[in-house]
Nanobody
Framework: QVHLVESGGGLVQAGGSLRLSCAASGGTFSRYAMGWFRQAPGKEREFVGVISSGGSTRYADSVKGRFTISKDNVKDTVYLQMNSLKPEDTAVYYC?????????????????WGQGTQVTVSS
């Protein structure tokens, strides 16, 4: 059983930056694809980006060029660096792990989820 804990959320002004972290335990971190999703009030959970076990990344069009996913296989942690934040980025952000080394963009492709961390971007 993999346990995921996100941190780093908060309140930031538009144009600012935040870095989210997701610490994993209980599994072989380096074998998993790690994804980030977000969910705004009244909306469905949406894909933000994913990093495969080999380190390749893929992003939603809405965050491409602004967000960067990286990971540290020694610390068993995945990061989401968010720059040039916009009010529409406001959401609860979740990290997720997939036993597939290259996971997809839908929530059903992931096996384990964190509890989420709130990101609020003020205008």
């Amino acid at each position: 059983q993999v346990h995921l804990v996100e941190s780093g959320g908060g309140l930031v002004q538009a144009g600012g930056s935040l870095r989210l972290s997701c610490a994993a335990s209980g599994g072989t971190f380096s074998r998993y694809a790690m994804g980030w999703f977000r969910q705004a009030p009244g909306k469905e959970r949406e894909f933000v980006g994913v990093i495969s076990s080999g380190g390749s990344t893929r992003y939603a069009d809405s965050v491409k060029g602004r967000f960067t996913i990286s990971k540290d296989n020694v610390k068993d942690t995945v990061y989401l660096q968010m720059n040039s934040l916009k009010p529409e980025d406001t959401a609860v952000y979740y990290c997720a792990a997939s036993r597939s080394r290259v996971a997809g963009t839908t929530p059903t492709a992931y096996d384990y989820w964190g509890q989420g961390t709130q990101v609020t971007v003020s205008s």
